[in-house]
């Protein structure tokens, strides 16, 4: 199985902004506000140039899936100023997660580990995603907020 593979079967198609190629797979029902209920999207990233979940924020938790490949390497910076690089991958007993939620309003972004070619991954939120929700995030103003983070950082995030 190859990531051409992975596009082709699943239809995967760029993911405006942040990276990689995503499908929604689920919308549950349009609320009043007109947001689904929840969605469900799979995706994928690669280790090729460029090829990465830049930073960005939700106003709904977010929980990630991990379903093939490499590990995912994340990056979560709280609105707290504390930041955690979780790793999404199939060795739970190592410290990997399989399933991990992330937070309302946390900056995420994440890459294929080191040494890693692939990995096919979930998200699922409830209310659904919206572009309208999505806030990309700005190299320099996570870098003043979040100093001892700037080389990460740096590495996620898209003009």
Do not use: K
Request: hydrophobic share 40%; net charge negative.
């Amino acid at each position: 199985m190859t990531p051409d593979d992975l596009v082709a079967h699943y239809g995967l198609e760029p993911i405006p902004r942040e990276g990689g190629r995503f499908r929604r797979t689920w919308a549950g029902p349009e609320r009043p506000d007109g947001r689904p209920e929840g969605t469900a999207v799979v995706a994928l990233l690669t280790d090729g140039p460029g090829d990465f979940s830049a930073l960005h924020r939700l106003p709904a938790d977010e929980v990630w899936h991990f379903y093939l490949g490499d590990p995912l390497r994340m990056l979560l910076l709280a609105p707290d100023g504390t930041a955690r690089t979780p790793v999404l991958g199939p060795d739970v007993l190592g410290g990997q997660h399989v399933q991990l939620t992330v937070p309302a309003g946390t900056w995420m972004g994440a890459r294929v580990a080191e040494g890693g070619a692939w990995t096919l991954f979930g998200c699922t939120m409830a209310p659904g995603f919206t572009y309208e929700g999505y806030e990309h995030g700005d190299a320099a103003e996570l870098t003043a907020r979040y100093p001892d983070q700037a080389d990460r950082i740096a590495a996620l995030c898209r003009s």
